[in-house]
């Protein structure tokens, strides 16, 4: 069959509609038929149009301060987007009830916007606001931002890779009301991965069948507190977390480590259907993975403490070596009431965690060791309902949760971030056991495929010591896509840089001639593809004998000062700075 063009497509789509209508079957073809909202207009990262059509697209900055309003539907074509007119921020104009403004892109995960960690990439302080299918990058405070009303986003994958002063707050802020995250995922480096409660708003907000990530701040760098994976709190009410699976995967300790889940000052609020677990090779930090207080924060002390929440459903996994970890710590008191606790799993050295005090009725608890051990012979998918059929609007449907939907979005957005790629459903079934049929869905598949040419990571590093130098060696395990490889080191406690790019497309080994001195230097690989870097390899560490180099003086930090002299001439004073790199 000839491909036919878009708008040809389009009209023959019209006839078909009018036919159907006529034949009184609009009603069957509503059921069949999931159509993408028409496109009004047309952004490429290169536009430079005025009138936003597909021949001649526009910058994204252009359509919203010329063309966005109720209805109206913008289409990104395929690429990266920075700089100020290239950020997604919602503030002067406003969709309506019906009519939103949508933004979206022609084909899912191959959209960045990225903010090169000086802009926000998704600010949604409007009301009425679509987007779908896109990746948000690199905020400078925060990556994805909903703070409006009725904004809703859908299939986006937010990250943060490691800005040098880790001072990213979180990766996804939602305050407001009315705010919907859904199929959607939140990773990287940050003080939290998600908040419900920093940016205010009395709610409702949602979030849901969603992955979320925390890998903390950079080796090295200024590690924020407190550090949670899922956070409720600060007084915003009414949010609603269903089926959100949360990894706590921290590749630097925290100063003041918290538990992955954290809920405090919210009132009706829940938590339901979800699952958090910690890897064997994780850091965790915190001595437990679920803490429900009734008030914690800056803002403690305040009177207003958690009531009528439910968290029901809930999986909690600590794989063995975490011994000092508890599943979880619900605490009541200080006026709490009307909170519900009831079907709640750990798998866990420690097995079931405490559920205790006023104002919480807690039932259903299962605890041990092992699967077997915590619920005897009954099945997860039996015992708590909630992990294997999604939960919509604090419902229970029979539609199967399995797969999540951005399975494959996460992989190729971990690979971009230079993150370590890993597959959410192989997680978890190395944990609950192989997911049944019942609990599984064609339409919660795994959605759209990663760009093509994203090759896989090399596995396999090694590094031998040959005298003075360190020879790194790793297998690939594809030998079609990548065009190359880079290199980083870490020498000691330091942050690992880029070592070098020399490596062309067959290599498989470089060695290092000047490597760190009297150190521990380890290395990781990841190969480059037409469509994107892949993740990291597994990290491979030698020590290196000799007397360790002083600290180079271009790398130590400088305060700088300058005033104008006679003649408009500045005089620049520099010192170094000490307490940060």
């Excluded at 006026?335 to 097995?351: D, E, H, I, K």
């Excluded at 004998?545 to 000062?561: D, E, F, I, N, R």
Aim: glycine residues 12%; aromatic residues 4%; contains cysteine.
């Amino acid at each position: 069959m000839l491909p036919i063009g878009r708008h040809l497509a389009q009209q023959l789509g019209l006839l078909v509609w009018s036919l159907l209508i006529a034949a009184g079957l609009l009603l069957c073809f509503v059921l069949v038929v999931s159509a993408q909202p028409v496109c009004t207009a047309y952004a490429s990262p290169t536009g430079s149009g005025s009138t936003c059509a597909e021949s001649s697209p526009c910058t994204v900055g252009t359509w919203l301060s010329s063309q966005a309003g109720p209805g109206k539907v913008l289409c990104l074509h395929d690429g990266t987007y920075t700089g100020e007119q290239g950020m997604l921020q919602f503030a002067a104009r406003s969709g309506t009830a019906g009519s939103p403004i949508t933004v979206r892109a022609l084909h899912d995960g191959a959209v960045t916007i990225d903010g090169q960690h000086s802009r926000r990439p998704l600010d949604c302080n409007a009301s009425y606001i679509t987007v779908q299918g896109l990746d948000v990058a690199n905020g400078n405070d925060t990556t994805l931002v909903l703070r409006g009303q009725h904004c809703t986003v859908q299939r986006v994958v937010a990250w943060a890779d490691a800005p040098d002063d880790g001072a990213i707050e979180n990766v996804c802020d939602v305050g407001g009301a009315h705010n919907l995250l859904e199929d959607s995922a939140c990773l990287g480096y940050a003080r939290k991965t998600f908040a419900a409660g920093a940016r205010g708003g009395t709610g409702p907000n949602t979030i849901r069948r969603s992955y979320l990530e925390f890998h903390g701040a950079p080796p090295g760098s200024a590690q924020g507190n407190p550090t949670n994976v899922l956070e409720i709190g600060y007084g915003q009410s009414n949010v609603t977390a269903e089926n959100v699976i949360v990894r706590r995967n921290v590749l630097s300790s925290a100063t003041e480590p918290e538990a992955p889940i954290m809920a405090f000052q919210t009132h009706g609020s829940a938590l339901l259907g979800s699952i958090a677990f910690a890897a064997a090779q994780d850091t965790v930090g915190a001595n437990r993975m679920m803490d429900i207080v009734p008030d914690a924060g800056s803002s403690a002390g305040s009177g207003f403490v958690t009531s009528t929440m439910l968290v029901q459903d809930v999986a909690i996994f600590v794989d063995p070596g975490h011994t000092n970890i508890k599943s979880w710590q619900i605490t009541g008191g200080n006026g709490s009431t009307g909170n519900v606790a009831r079907r709640l799993l750990a798998v866990a050295p420690q097995g079931a965690g405490t559920c205790t005090g006023e104002g919480w009725s807690c039932t259903e608890m299962y605890g041990g060791t092992t699967l077997g051990a915590a619920l005897g012979s009954k099945t997860i998918w039996d015992t708590l309902p909630g992990v294997c059929k999604r939960v919509v609007n604090r419902q229970l449907t029979d539609v199967g949760l399995w797969p999540l939907p951005i399975t494959a979005r996460v992989q190729a957005a971990l690979g971009q971030a230079r993150l370590p790629q890993r597959d959410i459903l192989a997680d978890v079934e190395a944990r609950l056991g192989t997911i049944p049929e019942k609990c599984r869905s064609a339409n919660g598949g795994p959605g759209p495929e990663p760009p093509p040419g994203v090759p896989v990571p090399p596995s396999s590093v090694t590094t031998v010591l040959q005298g003075t130098n360190v020879l790194v060696s790793w297998v690939d395990t594809v030998n079609t896509v990548q065009t190359g490889y880079t290199l980083e080191r870490k020498v000691g406690s330091g942050a690992y840089v880029e070592l070098t790019q020399a490596p062309g497309a067959a290599a498989r080994s470089y060695t290092d001639q000047a490597p760190g001195p009297g150190a521990q230097n380890c290395y990781v690989v990841y190969a480059r593809g037409p469509a994107g870097p892949s993740g990291l390899s597994p990290a491979s560490c030698v020590a290196v004998p000799g007397t360790p180099m002083p600290p180079s003086a271009s790398h130590v930090p400088l305060a700088c000062h300058g005033m104008v002299g006679e003649g408009g001439n500045m005089a620049l004073v520099c010192q170094p700075q000490g307490g940060r790199r």
